[in-house]
């Protein structure tokens, strides 16, 4: 992997965002992202209609981070582990919602 950007639209992407530290709370945060926007809990805008969710990559994400919780216990800081617990948790009920809701549209 080269250090250095490739082309100028590479280099424009980085001076605009900075590449993000690499910590568990990142990692958290980076998967409780993909399942909100699985779940269909982000994007659409006010005059654009919410985005469809996307059941199965939305319970793997959180699938994803119920393992980081299982594998971690007792090695975490209390910031990281309530973090993770609380993503965990509102995921799973927002997962739920999004379940009985699709099922509410199909019949």
């Known amino acids: 992997m080269s250090d250095a950007p490739d082309t100028p639209v590479a280099q424009d992407a980085e001076a605009a965002a900075p590449t993000p530290p690499a910590t568990f709370e990142w990692l958290t ?26 059941l199965e990559a939305a319970r793997h994400a959180i699938d994803l981070l119920a393992m980081l919780q299982e ?37």
């Open 71 to 107: 594998k971690t216990k007792g090695n975490l800081t209390w910031e990281e582990q309530r973090l993770l617990d609380n993503s965990v948790t509102e995921l799973r009920f927002r997962y739920v919602q999004a379940f009985e809701e699709s099922r509410k549209r199909q019949g």
């Open 29 to 54: 945060l980076s998967l409780r992202l993909q399942a909100e926007m699985h779940l269909g809990l982000l994007g659409g805008g006010e005059d654009q209609e919410p985005p469809k969710p996307n």
